[in-house]
C-alpha cells in the first residue's frame, strides 16, 4: 500500500532553516509528480510546492518563492523540503502528497515552528 512517511521538522528561529524529508513506498515513485502541503493553525491546508516526476520541473507557492526548495531523489524514493529564511508565518504542520489515478495520498505531516 502507499505510504508517506514526513519528517524533519522542528522548533526553529525566525531566520532559520530546517530540510525536510518524505519517504515513499508502495508505488513506483519515480513515476509520480510529489507535492508539499502545509495546514497552519485555524487555516485550510494550502499548497506550498511540487517537482515533477523527473524532478526537471517545479513551482511554488508565492509566499515560500525563493525561501523553499523542492528536490527528490529517486534512487532513494524520497522527497525533500529545503526551507531557508522561516518566518514566523511558516508555522505549521508539513504534508507531502501523491496523487496516483483518482486518488491523493498523504503522510501524518510533521510540525514545523518558527518562533523566537
Known amino acids: ?10 522548533l526553529v528561529q525566525p531566520g532559520g532553516s530546517l ?29 506550498v510546492a511540487l517537482i515533477s516526476s523527473t524532478g526537471g ?3 511554488y507557492a508565492d509566499s515560500v518563492k525563493g525561501r523553499f526548495t523542492i528536490s ?11 526551507m531557508n529564511s522561516l518566518k514566523p508565518e511558516d508555522t505549521a504542520v508539513y504534508y507531502c502528497n501523491v496523487r ?4 491523493y495520498y498523504w503522510g501524518q505531516g ?4 518558527v518562533s523566537s
Open 1 to 10: 500500500q502507499v505510504q508517506l512517511v514526513e519528517s524533519g521538522g522542528g
Open 19 to 47: 530540510r525536510l524529508s518524505c519517504a515513499a513506498s508502495g508505488f513506483t515513485f519515480g513515476n509520480y509528480a510529489m507535492n508539499w502541503y502545509r495546514r497552519a493553525p485555524g487555516n485550510e491546508r494550502e499548497f
Open 72 to 82: 527528490r531523489d529517486n534512487a532513494k524514493n524520497t522527497v525533500y523540503l529545503q
Open 100 to 103: 496516483i489515478g483518482v486518488r
Open 57 to 59: 520541473s517545479t513551482n
Open 110 to 113: 510533521t510540525q514545523v515552528t
